[in-house]
């Protein structure tokens, strides 16, 4: 028996509607569109509906003289309004990708995300240029791109506020200077780039990102120039921004003192994200001593696909094909121990068939596979 597609409206079932005297829905142009309306119909909210920012199964590919990259594959990522988080990944993960698109400057092949309500996908190019504006505010790696080079720290503040509009000159020279006193740059005020530091450059970056007051800041590899010391401080001025304007705050980072700074850290691999680090504050019930502690997770995306660390699948010779089995707490997940899966396991130089014999009789037995 086949059951009825569970995106039916309940109009097609309603044997009083005639068919001419049913409403047609306007078509829906984007799979987020169809999403969020099949949503609505099982009372049910939309995927991400309460996050500031949603990627939903988004793909990005690129084709360079015939030949295609997917340089983003599916990816899945929530964050929640007022988070400072990190992304982390390996060169070519498509940590880039995703920040130009989140940007507003790429527009992706697939998939969904809307960034503070904004659908990236639909967005014409004048919505897109006020997105990118008012909406998102971005920190570049390279220094030299942040800034422009003949005007001073402040005017480089301004300038985006004149852009913007709505305020006088009186209002933006406050706002300004108040943004520069935030993140400790005062001294720096009347100074054009090239007489900055590489640190106070960037945190004057951080300024003009702000000024328009953003939903979100994007930062791609904002402290990949400056050593460690600066790196710090830069990474302070991120902090101050999230925690006294609230702006919600994404930094891609190779630098591991910053990833372990923030409280959450999403890993991508091979354009999806794979795995997140989550740091929070426990108490020790006996002593009262609290102390940071982090846990990794591996990422469940919304077709329930997992992407299991090389690390572990390598040591265990896992490959192709594993063995589950769903316990009352946990899902166990086994070396695949048939002939031809022992015998790819040791192709793959791992342990899968050791292990999986000393699992004999206890957890998997020959009839469970
Ligand atoms: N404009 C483009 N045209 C063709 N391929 C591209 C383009 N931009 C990125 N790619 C490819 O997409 C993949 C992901 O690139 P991306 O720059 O997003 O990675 P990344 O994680 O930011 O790397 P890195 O840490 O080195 O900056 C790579 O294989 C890259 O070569």
């Not at 989140?102 to 240029?129: E, I, N, S, Y």
């Not at 999230?242 to 910053?258: F, K, P, R, S, Y």
């Not at 923030?262 to 740091?279: C, F, H, K, Y």
Request: include cysteine; proline fraction near 5%.
């Amino acid at each position: 028996m086949t059951t009825p597609p569970d995106d039916v409206t309940p109009a097609a079932h309603d044997p009083e509607a005639s068919p001419a005297a049913r409403p047609r829905p306007a078509a829906p142009s984007t799979l987020a569109e169809l999403e969020r309306r099949a949503a609505s119909r099982h009372g049910r909210p939309a995927y991400g509906h309460d996050a500031l920012i949603a990627c939903d199964r988004l793909v990005r590919v690129f084709t360079t003289d015939g030949v295609e990259v997917q340089a983003l594959q599916g990816l899945d990522l929530l964050v929640a309004e007022g988070e400072l988080m990190a992304l982390v990944g390996a060169s070519g993960s498509g940590k880039s990708t995703l920040m130009n698109i989140l940007a507003g400057l790429d527009v992706p092949t697939a998939g969904a995300a809307t960034v503070a309500g904004r659908d990236l996908l639909t967005m014409d190019a004048r919505a897109r240029l006020g997105y990118r504006r008012d909406v998102v505010g971005f920190v570049w790696q390279q220094t030299a791109r942040n800034l422009l080079p003949y005007l001073t720290a402040q005017q480089n503040v301004m300038l985006p506020m004149q852009l913007h509009g709505g305020r006088r000159r009186a209002a933006r020279t406050k706002a300004a200077g108040e943004l520069l006193s935030m993140l400790a740059l005062d001294h720096c005020r009347d100074r054009r780039p090239h007489q900055l530091s590489g640190g106070e450059q960037q945190r004057t970056a951080i300024a003009v990102a702000l000024a328009n007051t953003p939903s979100v800041l994007l930062a791609d590899e904002p402290t990949g120039e400056l050593d460690s010391h600066t790196a710090e401080q830069v990474f302070t001025a991120f902090r101050t921004a999230n925690e006294e304007l609230g702006t919600t705050i994404v930094i891609v980072t190779h630098d591991q003192a910053v990833a372990g700074e923030v409280r959450r850290t999403v890993a991508i691999r091979d354009g999806r994200t794979s795995s997140e680090v989550l740091r929070r504050t426990e108490r020790d019930a006996a002593t009262g001593r609290e102390s940071l502690v982090a846990r990794e997770y591996a990422m469940l995306d919304r077709a329930g696909r997992l992407q299991l660390p090389a690390e572990y699948t390598h040591s265990l010779g896992m490959a192709h094909r594993v063995l589950l089995e769903l316990e009352s707490d946990h899902i166990g997940v086994w070396p695949d121990r048939t002939a031809d899966g022992a015998a790819r396991g040791r192709e793959t130089g791992g342990e899968g068939g050791r292990e999986s014999e000393s699992r004999d009789g206890d957890e998997v037995t020959e009839g469970d596979s």
